[in-house]
């Protein structure tokens, strides 16, 4: 059994786009199948995807958080720093970002 099936809706895979379900266990994808096929594993929760899309999270591949932005760009002001980790997370997870990769760091 599933943890959670997504039926019916558009994916996106690397192998293309088409209607097909989801299936969750833990964390991780299990499954992606033709719609139907899941259905006789079962799951725990269903949700119907009918007209939506489907995706993976995204990966920003290059971030900049909380470091200090130089005072040309700042108009003068030498303490002024880009979003602090916390608000960075909850801004990417909002637009579908689930991980990226800070190379910057904070420099003292």
């Known amino acids: 059994m599933l943890d959670l099936i997504i039926k019916g ?14 299936g969750v266990q833990g964390e991780q994808i299990a499954a992606v199948a033709a719609p139907g096929v899941l259905d006789d594993i079962g799951a725990g929760e269903t949700i119907d995807a009918t007209g939506m899309i489907v995706l993976p999270g ?36 909002f637009g579908g970002v689930t991980t990226y990769v800070d190379f910057a760091g904070r420099c003292p």
């Open 9 to 22: 809706g558009t994916v996106v895979t690397p192998d293309g786009v088409g209607l097909r379900d989801v």
């Open 58 to 93: 995204g990966i920003e591949a290059h971030a900049h958080i909380n470091v200090p932005v130089p005072d040309y760009w700042a108009g003068g002001d030498d303490g002024v720093f880009t979003q602090p980790p916390e608000a960075a997370s909850r801004a990417a997870a």
